[in-house]
């Protein structure tokens, strides 16, 4: 029998560090080749990391909570399989990166390292067991992940239909029951009119109806706490300081009559096509912010500093960025050549976005090659702001709190929805005319969302 050292990968983001978050096994346990051991937080996402050998767990040579270098030791695997002695996973015999290990003589291989991707876990889903009956809730039966999600989305489990083969919960039974139950303020609450981004569900109708809540004083009263800056937050401060201090940045904003928005969204929700989607004002603004990138390209544009000097690029598709806050910190995902989607997928897209940040899974590759972000603070009760732009792009649009004031219609104060369209901009990509048309555009189209038939 010979013992195997598993040495922190990097997972195809140029990772240098990582934290350990929790391990998925104890010294004893017996695991099997892409068996989830243990789950990591990089700069940029939660992954989880597959056994690259078959055997029983020696000794956890980190503790959660660590923070750990690429190509150090975490955990020893004692396995059965003929070797002439300890192996470290990522190196032959010969010192050449291995692209798989195999599991006892099995051939099973290891998806994910030395391919210079992503850690990809293709752990079995084994059937609900008589002990995980006896954990779910009232009688319910559900795995601890979809516990969890249910938790975070505020889900009673024993008010969800099971649509699993053996009876149980599933992910998406959670999810669609969220739905019905309008949990997410942001979606299901006209006035707020924009993706939530946080995980905590909330009742009240508004930010500002609802006192804030005092954090619980330390255990032993010291009169502060020292936070470590690591992971996303230590990603997230970087970038924003870089961005910041390297882009000059220069903001607008106006006033918007979004009635006719919120009159749409009313009516794609009672569509039949759109019967299985949330549906919320962040579709309009969606297509709004497309549509006027069409109009002024260089908002989709970035500066690019080269060798011989810098330079402009400027993009032909666009990579759209939505700013969520997690447990984890702000996460930037996008979706992917958005301006070739139709209506129901943009909306689609959203939603799978939006339930993926919550659920802490957003991954490095769905943050990559933004072109343009939006962000919400209407969450918050705020009508405006002066976000900073994502690094490596030129603008970002923020969309405040939609609530109904009084406006002047034809000569005649009445109720509208109004909602306030703000964006920072890169002066050295964007002139004034530009991004105040930019802005302007996309105003237009809350406004009056039938121009998108043009």
């Given at each position: 029998?010979s ?14 560090e990582?934290e ?18 243990v ?18 767990v020696g000794?956890?040579?980190v ?14 695997i ?19 990166p291995a692209?798989?290990?195999?599991s006892e003589?099995d ?41 969890k ?12 239909v ?22 997410f ?6 006035e ?7 995980t ?8 500002a ?9 330390p255990?032993d ?6 936070i ?13 300081v870089?961005?910041a201090?390297t ?17 749409l ?17 962040l ?42 806050a ?7 995902p ?18 799978k976005?939006?339930?993926t940040?919550?659920?802490g899974?957003t ?17 918050f009760?705020?009508?405006a ?22 406006w002047?219609v034809?000569?005649e ?9 703000a964006?920072?901009f ?9 991004m105040?048309?930019?802005?302007a555009?996309?105003a237009?189209i809350?406004e ?7």
């Amino acid at each position: 029998m010979s013992t195997q050292t598993f040495v922190l990968p990097d997972v195809g983001e140029g990772l240098t560090e990582a934290e350990i978050v929790s391990w998925h096994v104890a010294p004893g346990d017996t695991v099997a080749v892409n068996d989830v051991l243990v789950e990591i937080e990089t700069a940029k996402s939660l992954v989880e990391l597959p056994s690259p050998f078959a055997g029983t767990v020696g000794e956890l040579l980190v503790g959660e909570g660590d923070t750990v270098n690429v190509g150090a030791a975490i955990i020893t695997i004692a396995s059965a399989a003929d070797a002439s002695g300890p192996a470290t996973v990522g190196q032959t015999e010969h010192g050449a990166p291995a692209e798989a290990a195999a599991s006892e003589g099995d051939g099973a291989v290891l998806v994910g390292y030395g391919t210079g991707g992503p850690v990809q876990s293709r752990r079995r889903k084994p059937a609900v067991t008589a002990q995980e009956r006896v954990e779910s809730s009232v009688g319910v039966v559900a795995k601890p992940p979809i516990r969890k999600l249910a938790r975070d989305l505020g889900v009673d489990l024993a008010a969800v239909v099971p649509t699993g083969p053996a009876g149980e919960v599933t992910r998406e039974d959670v999810v669609k029951q969220a739905s019905q139950a309008s949990v997410f303020r942001n979606i299901e609450t006209p006035e707020w009119g924009a993706v939530r981004e946080e995980t905590i569900p909330v009742a009240a109708p508004a930010a500002a109806s609802a006192p804030p809540r005092d954090p619980a004083p330390p255990a032993d009263d010291a009169r502060e706490e020292t936070i470590a800056v690591k992971g996303v937050r230590k990603a997230v401060a970087s970038g924003m300081v870089q961005s910041a201090y390297t882009a000059p940045h220069v903001s607008v904003w106006t006033d918007v009559d979004a009635t006719r928005t919120m009159e749409l969204v009313k009516r794609l929700k009672a569509s039949p096509d759109f019967a299985d989607i949330r549906i919320s004002p962040l579709l309009i603004m969606a297509r709004a912010v497309i549509w006027a990138v069409r109009r002024t390209p260089m908002v989709n544009a970035a500066w690019i500093d080269a060798d011989g000097g810098a330079e402009i690029r400027v993009r032909r598709y666009v990579n759209l960025g939505i700013a969520a806050a997690t447990p984890r910190g702000l996460l930037v995902p996008n979706i992917k050549d958005a301006q070739d989607l139709s209506m129901r997928d943009l909306a689609r897209s959203l939603e799978k976005l939006t339930i993926t940040a919550r659920e802490g899974k957003t991954t490095p590759a769905d943050q990559q090659q933004g072109t343009i972000t939006i962000t919400n603070i209407g969450v918050f009760g705020m009508d405006a702001g002066t976000p900073i732009i994502n690094p490596g792009e030129s603008g970002i649009i923020a969309l405040g709190t939609i609530r109904q004031k009084p406006w002047v219609v034809d000569g005649e104060v009445r109720p509208r929805w109004v909602t306030t369209v703000a964006g920072s901009f890169d002066h050295r990509v964007i002139d004034g005319d530009g991004m105040s048309r930019f802005i302007a555009d996309v105003a237009s189209i809350l406004e009056e969302p039938a121009l998108l038939l043009d």
